[in-house]
């Protein structure tokens, strides 16, 4: 599933090529991809605006509109949004196409149909209940060890719990557990200040490392221009990596199921 680096990397290629550019028409070819207006209120109050923005909160993509509305767009497990000259056609997982102005258009693929847009006039309506931006400045070592304070929730969840940290899915978790030395079903509330300390640094090398290798491309993620990412080719346990050892310890790593999906960690170097 895109996460927060795959999230970023589209963010930051799509810009050049629709920022300033009119979405001239829009084509859907799987209606349930909207959740929010109808259909027909999507066409018609979408087709003729300037796109002016492109942002990203959690695993959200914002596009911000002249109208002052904002298209928002989550790919959930399988979603791509591919830039794609305007001859070309559409394949049988592409959901909707945006055409533009220029000669470019993009396509919304998404083989599982799980993945969402918005149309709203206040983007709080679906990404407000968000908790804290691991990037940023005001996420804090004290910030995660308050958050942390009194949570009986496995950090594992926790991590993965958009309302309490925003972006971070199974994969990134699983990277930023090991790299703290913290085992998955640990509670929250267990973490000593030195843990949170270091979870606080994981989280934060593990997601900035796989934005500058463009996101990680272990099943259906691509960035806008159709290549793959290579920020898995630095992943240590997340799941493609499942019967591997170690590369600390050697220890096999070992796969539980946390809150129904797999967790993969080290039994040695994340010690309960
Ligand atoms: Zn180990």
């Not at 795959?6 to 050049?16: D, R």
């Not at 559409?90 to 396509?107: G, P, V, W, Y």
């Amino acid at each position: 599933m895109p996460e927060l680096p795959e999230v970023e990397t589209i963010k930051n290629e799509l810009p050049p090529y629709i920022v300033g550019r009119c979405i001239t028409s829009v084509t859907l070819l799987w209606d349930g991809v909207v959740r929010q207006p109808s259909v027909e209120e999507f066409y018609s109050r979408l087709i003729g605006q300037r796109i002016t923005e492109v942002a990203r909160r959690g695993k959200y993509l914002i596009l911000g509109l002249t109208s002052n509305e904002v298209l928002i767009i989550h790919l959930k497990m399988s979603g791509s949004l591919l830039l794609e000259p305007a001859s070309a056609e559409s394949n049988k997982f592409t959901r909707a196409i945006l055409h533009l102005d220029k000669e470019t258009h993009l396509h919304f693929r998404d083989p599982r149909k799980l993945g969402v847009m918005w149309l709203v006039e206040d983007k709080n309506t679906i990404v407000g209940k968000l908790g804290p931006e691991p990037l940023e400045a005001d996420f804090t070592p004290q910030l995660l060890l308050e958050r942390l304070n009194n949570r009986t929730a496995p950090i594992k969840a926790l991590l993965c719990d958009q309302t309490f940290i925003a972006g971070i899915g199974n994969m990134y978790a699983d990277e930023a557990l090991f790299a703290a030395r913290i085992h998955p079903l640990r509670s929250g509330k267990s973490l000593s200040r030195g843990e949170v300390e270091r979870l606080h640094d994981s989280i934060r090398q593990i997601l900035s490392s796989a934005i500058s290798n463009k996101g990680a491309s272990v099943d259906t993620y691509f960035r806008p221009d159709g290549t793959l990412g290579t920020a898995h080719f630095e992943f240590k346990v997340a799941h493609y990596l499942s019967g591997r050892l170690c590369p600390v310890c050697r220890t096999p790593i070992e796969r539980i199921p946390i809150r129904n999906r797999g967790s993969y960690f080290c039994p040695k170097c994340q010690v309960e």
